[in-house]
């Protein structure tokens, strides 16, 4: 199973080292799993352990004129190969359109990132009805070449991230199951995955793994959740 943490702009670089440090206390936990962590990009680091470190976000660039971003040199210089992209966050509050995302993912592509490729939908598009749901899933994923083998899908619905309320199991296995007919590619679930539903969130049919905000930022907290998945 894949467990990835999103620290979106919480944790420091010191916090972060600790934050590992505790991780690598419990490996047996992990050992058969994947595990990802996603600090703040001023935390970045090169982790030479089993943890893989990914970026949040970069810029689809070498180096460059593009004031506050990180682009691949900066990512090249801590070994970082791994980043998440379309998160809602991004595409919501920081206006990243579809056509930003898929020129990303098209660049890291071709250096050979793993790539965690974020989709989910608005609560209005959800009230409307699954049809509705896919269809605009389906947007999401123009430009993505679904069968690049280091992509992972994420499913977020926007109105169950930082909510405390998941999407049912019902909902979550039939996105994971259309998606399913599109990809071999892993699929992660996201969106308020806490210690109380983890188990049986990760039993769902292809769900290969989760994407967990908020109950993963203490990192005991986050080993627990991956020992309820075992
Ligand atoms: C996320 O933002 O990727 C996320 C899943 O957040 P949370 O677990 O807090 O809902």
């Known amino acids: 199973m894949i467990f990835a943490a999103n620290f979106k702009t919480n944790h420091t ?33 090169k982790c030479e352990s089993d943890i893989k470190i ?8 070498q180096s460059g004129a593009f004031t506050g971003e990180v682009g691949l040199e900066q990512l090249d210089e801590f070994d970082i190969n791994t980043l998440i992209i379309g998160h809602s966050e991004r595409r919501e509050l920081l206006g990243e359109s579809q056509t ?4 990303k993912f098209q660049f890291f592509k071709e250096h050979n990132f793993e790539i965690i490729y974020c989709i ?18 389906s947007t999401q994923l123009e430009g993505i070449d679904t069968n690049y083998d280091k992509i992972m899908i994420a499913y977020e619905p926007i109105w169950a991230i930082g909510t405390g309320k998941s999407a049912t199991i019902a909902e979550i296995t039939s996105i994971h199951n259309a998606l399913r007919k599109l990809t071999q590619a892993p699929l992660l679930y996201g969106g308020s995955v806490n210690l109380e539903n983890i188990r049986e ?16 930022l203490d990192a005991k907290k986050f080993l627990e959740l991956i020992s309820l998945s075992r």
Do not use: C, W
Request: glycine share 6%.
């Open 100 to 103: 930003m995302v898929a020129q």
């Open 13 to 45: 670089r010191a916090s972060t080292k600790e934050y590992v440090d505790t991780l690598l206390t419990k490996k047996s936990l992990f050992q058969n799993e994947r595990l990802y962590i996603f600090p703040p990009l001023s935390a970045l680091q």
């Open 54 to 61: 990914g970026a949040q976000n970069a810029y689809m660039i």
């Open 201 to 216: 969130i990760i039993q769902i049919d292809n769900v290969n793994g989760v994407l967990v905000g908020s109950a993963s």
């Open 120 to 137: 989910g939908e608005p609560l209005e598009v959800r009230e409307n009805g699954e049809d509705h749901v896919l269809e605009y899933l």
